[in-house]
């Protein structure tokens, strides 16, 4: 197949790895920040174990950066986050929230300091340069805000770690969980970073140059083939399995972070005046009226992942929502997170899901569902 045949317009981007995509055999796209993404090679299952038990190169160029830079970076970037960052170091990357004057979340990005006065934010679904450019415009700070030459690929699995050392040599091994490091692979500039949105040990190849996409994504591939390297994208299954945020599914402006139980990315005890503290600090004092909550489903292997919300009822009427859903074979479960009434929050509770085929049994369990305390990423 080639890349014409998908009949793809110039409105949406494609990233620098798109033509490596289609003739490693990406099948099917979506679109994320108005760019398409590799969404379907074949066989989400198969990609699902080629994640779990070797390794699998991602195309997210999709997210995107927004960098900061100026005099004054530090104090803008804390400005948009609840999460405290004084003790964030150069080097560092950290899992943050981006909330609105009500404390709704807007974005739920990684973090990346490069220098003293150097971030970026790497995006979820959501258009932050534009609320980063417009909360700059009357701050009365000393900042520049724009959308750099940078695109991702995410190298994740349980063979990234030797993948990584066959490309870059032994001292990669000593780049640490949620750190960052600039490196030069024979000309490819990169920041590499042990992040990524699969649970599993992995890492973020961010390229400074996208006209260098297609050698990169061809060298990673080389270099993974004796370990087992094969394309993919991002595994519904794995981000469910270890309770991973996908914008707009499960958490929208609409949420705010207690009800996802993110309490420990807000600190209110800061000087620091971030936008939406005020509406945080009242949610706190009042307590939240939902929760996101793990569900267990019964019945057969769901076929996909949900495509719309699906009722949660009990005792007659509707409670809440299942906002992702899908069927994992490690498990051999039908596992869901769901955002429900927080007076109907209870582990062990049985509850009705009304799914495409119709009403089905549900009972209320922790999430996440599989290495909570994320001992695999982190090892």
């Given at each position: ?26 099948q ?29 190169l ?16 530090a ?20 899992y ?48 520049h805000?724009?959308?750099?030459d ?138 939240v ?91």
């Open positions: 197949m080639q890349a014409d045949d998908f009949g793809f317009g110039t409105q949406i981007r494609k990233s620098p790895y798109f033509d490596a995509t289609v003739r490693w055999g990406a099917g796209f979506s679109v994320y920040n108005h760019m398409y993404i590799p969404r379907d090679f074949g066989d989400s299952e198969q990609n699902f174990w080629n994640l779990v038990n070797e390794a699998i991602c195309d997210v160029a999709v997210e995107r950066q927004v960098e900061i830079t100026g005099p004054d970076a104090k803008f970037v804390q400005m948009l986050t609840c999460r405290d960052l004084s003790n964030m170091a150069v080097g560092q990357c950290k943050i929230l981006i909330t609105n004057a009500e404390g709704g979340i807007l974005n739920d990005p990684i973090l990346l300091r490069l220098a003293e006065n150097h971030f970026w934010i790497s995006l979820a679904d959501s258009d932050i340069l534009l609320w980063a450019q417009g909360v700059a415009v009357h701050s009365g700070l000393d900042v805000i724009c959308e750099p940078v695109s991702p690929l995410q190298l994740q699995g349980p063979k990234s770690g030797e993948i990584m050392k066959a490309l870059l040599g032994e001292s990669i091994m000593d780049l640490k969980y949620y750190w960052l490091r600039e490196v030069d692979l024979d000309g490819i500039p990169l920041i590499v970073s042990r992040t990524g949105w699969s649970s599993e040990l992995g890492y973020e190849l961010y390229l400074r140059d996208g006209s260098q996409g297609d050698a990169l994504w061809e060298r990673i591939m080389a270099a993974g083939m004796e370990f087992g390297l094969k394309p993919g994208h991002t595994s519904s299954i794995r981000r469910i399995e270890g309770g991973m945020l996908s914008y707009h599914a499960d958490a929208d402006m609409g949420t705010n972070p207690f009800e996802l139980g993110f309490d420990r990315l807000v600190n209110l005890d800061m000087d620091a005046e971030f936008i939406g503290k005020a509406a945080l600090r009242r949610i706190k004092e009042e307590g009226r939902r929760k996101q909550i793990g569900l267990i489903i019964d019945g057969e292997p769901l076929s996909g992942p949900n495509t719309t919300f699906w009722e949660v009822n009990f005792g007659g009427g509707t409670i809440g929502k299942v906002t992702s859903a899908v069927y994992s074979p490690r498990l051999g479960q039908n596992i869901a997170l769901a955002m429900v009434s927080a007076e109907h929050a209870n582990i062990g509770a049985e509850v009705e899901i009304i799914t495409k085929s119709g009403p089905t049994r549900a009972t209320i369990c922790e999430r996440p569902f599989y290495d909570p305390k994320k001992q695999i990423a982190a090892a």
